[in-house]
């Protein structure tokens, strides 16, 4: 939250001796110098959005450190545009109206291009972090039905079940769900036949985890 302070106070202070310079230096007022002008406002404007987008979206640290990339194509961006905008300004009187568009049409195409992809590869981690919680939750699930029926029954066996569960990789096998069907059945009638099933599938799990399947 104070650094978020500091960031808009220094934005501002920026924003207010970049508009002075440009007001208090006699520049010839053109349509160049204009241009040039308008673009480092709109330029500020865009970066004070990307800055909000990219860390008050989420206040994880990982959603911040991920914003970070994004934050720093509009911060690059605002330095190229106020550097340009000036060069706009000092030649406005030599500059046509349609070569200082240009400028800027070339430099907005730029960052914002940049910006897209940096905020599309934000999104793919983002998911790709997402569903590996959400794939890892049925077998956590498993696991705390193992440990459970242990601790119920207080069985040896169903103890070195749950343990071995419990170490397994979280990451989804085929098996799974006759893993978990296996531990309903369990749950009804925790037979010696019963239990040697659950392990077996539990040791085959293993060789399926490590081949990816």
Not at 110 to 118: A, F, I, K, R, W
Request: contains cysteine; proline residues 3%; charged residues 20%.
């Amino acid at each position: 939250m104070k650094l978020t302070k500091h960031v808009w106070i220094l934005w501002g202070i920026s924003l207010g001796v970049v508009l002075a310079l440009a007001f208090l230096i006699p520049f010839l007022h053109t349509p160049a110098y204009w241009v040039g002008l308008a673009g480092i406002v709109v330029m500020f404007a865009l970066s004070a959005g990307v800055f909000y987008r990219a860390f008050r979206q989420d206040e994880k640290l990982e959603s911040k450190l991920l914003g970070w990339p994004i934050f720093r194509v509009a911060l690059v961006g605002l330095l190229v545009q106020v550097l340009v905008g000036f060069i706009l300004m000092t030649s406005s009187g030599l500059c046509p109206l349609w070569g200082a568009l240009l400028a800027e049409i070339l430099i907005f195409a730029g960052v914002l291009s940049c910006l897209t992809v940096q905020d599309a590869a934000r999104e793919a981690v983002a998911q790709g972090e997402a569903a590996v919680v959400d794939q890892t939750k049925a077998w956590k699930a498993i696991r705390a039905k193992a440990a459970a029926l242990a601790a119920r029954t207080g069985a040896p066996e169903l103890k070195k079940l749950a343990e071995d569960i419990r170490y397994a990789d979280p990451m989804p096998t085929e098996l799974d769900a006759q893993i978990a069907a296996q531990l309903e059945m369990l749950e009804s009638y925790a037979g010696s036949e019963n239990i040697m099933k659950a392990v077996q599938l539990v040791e085959q799990r293993k060789f399926a985890a490590k081949l990816g399947k």
